[in-house]
């Protein structure tokens, strides 16, 4: 999961999974389209189609799935922001446009493209309040929009609005424990002081995961999940684990050795880098004198491997400039 934000991780690790997602899809998307759905046989796709530049607040799933006998996709995108993005209804739109080029790369013959249901899982603490229209976006007046409202593009995408959905109404969906626990999540882990009196009111859920098929593993994500976003101390934390019973535990005791670890490395890799800025910086005073603001800056916001490139440039350096490039 290197690279990935903790709800990255865990939205891609769980609604990843196909059983899990149609859960999710027959809870929100409309009946009639349910109805047309054959979600039994929903397939995920590999790929990303979102901004690299909005990879820290966008994750994203693409499914292929039978719609009438013919191929159709959902693309479901949860938003991680502190507030909802007034242009999503564009963003969606260019993500829907680059699954068809890709399907036409593919299909370099197709005349025809499969149709993809677009589906945004908001789960801030305040309310969706855009538009989920394109056509809300353009700068027209109600007149003009009448009067072009056969050219005008009208794609809306679908939205899972987690800020307005209360306890009772997650419960009365028919989720699977994994999905549901991690709707839950994604709404109320982060900055929650409640979480574990919360999570104990949960601990059915929490327990049917552990016997599923594959539940160790998506219960151990969880379980991470909550250790990195949640404002949980361990001893509560712990409290909650021993009420799920021996298996719990011993997740829960492989998710902390593993957290401790990661931990361990990261401290150990920043003492490194330290060590390195402080070795370049000493050479780099002695050979040019005292350094300016700015180099000091950049040194102290390098890589390692940035570190080690400069090092070894700097005794064949003529200027300041020659090393940190």
């Not at 149609?22 to 590999?46: C, Q």
């Not at 998710?255 to 401790?260: G, N, V």
């Amino acid at each position: 999961m290197s690279g990935q934000s903790p709800h990255d991780a865990v939205f891609r690790r769980i609604l990843g999974e196909p059983a899990n997602a149609a859960s999710e899809l027959r809870a929100v998307l409309p009946d009639l389209l349910v109805d047309r759905l054959e979600l039994e046989h929903l397939a995920r796709v590999s790929g990303s189609f979102v901004d690299a530049a909005l990879r820290w607040r966008h994750s994203d799933l693409l499914f292929t799935v039978p719609l009438h006998g013919r191929e159709a996709f959902i693309y479901v995108l949860v938003e991680h922001q502190s507030s909802d993005d007034a242009l999503m209804p564009f963003r969606m739109l260019r993500y829907v446009v680059r699954i068809w080029e890709h399907y036409l790369s593919e299909h370099p013959d197709a005349t025809r493209l499969p149709v993809v249901i677009p589906l945004v899982v908001h789960h801030n603490r305040r309310p969706w309040a855009s538009s989920t229209q394109l056509l809300d976006l353009l700068d027209l007046d109600p007149d003009a929009v009448d009067a072009q409202q056969d050219y005008l593009p009208r794609f809306r995408f679908i939205l899972d609005d987690l800020a307005r959905l209360d306890e009772l109404a997650l419960r009365a969906r028919p989720l699977t424990p994994p999905a549901r626990i991690t709707l839950l999540l994604l709404k109320i882990a982060a900055g929650s002081p409640e979480l574990a009196a919360d999570l104990h009111r949960w601990a059915d859920d929490l327990r049917a995961i552990l016997d599923r098929p594959g539940g160790t593993e998506q219960f151990g994500a969880l379980l991470r999940y909550i250790e990195l976003v949640g404002h949980i101390t361990n001893d509560q934390l712990h409290d909650l684990i021993t009420t799920l019973g021996p298996e719990a535990e011993e997740v829960y005791m492989t998710i902390a050795e593993t957290l401790r670890a990661e931990g361990e490395a990261r401290g150990r890799a920043e003492g490194e880098a330290r060590g390195r800025a402080i070795a370049l910086v000493q050479l780099l005073t002695l050979k040019f004198g005292p350094l300016p603001q700015t180099i000091l800056d950049t040194v102290h916001a390098a890589t390692t491997d940035q570190l080690e490139t400069w090092i070894a440039r700097v005794l064949t350096a003529d200027t300041l400039e020659q090393v940190v490039c």
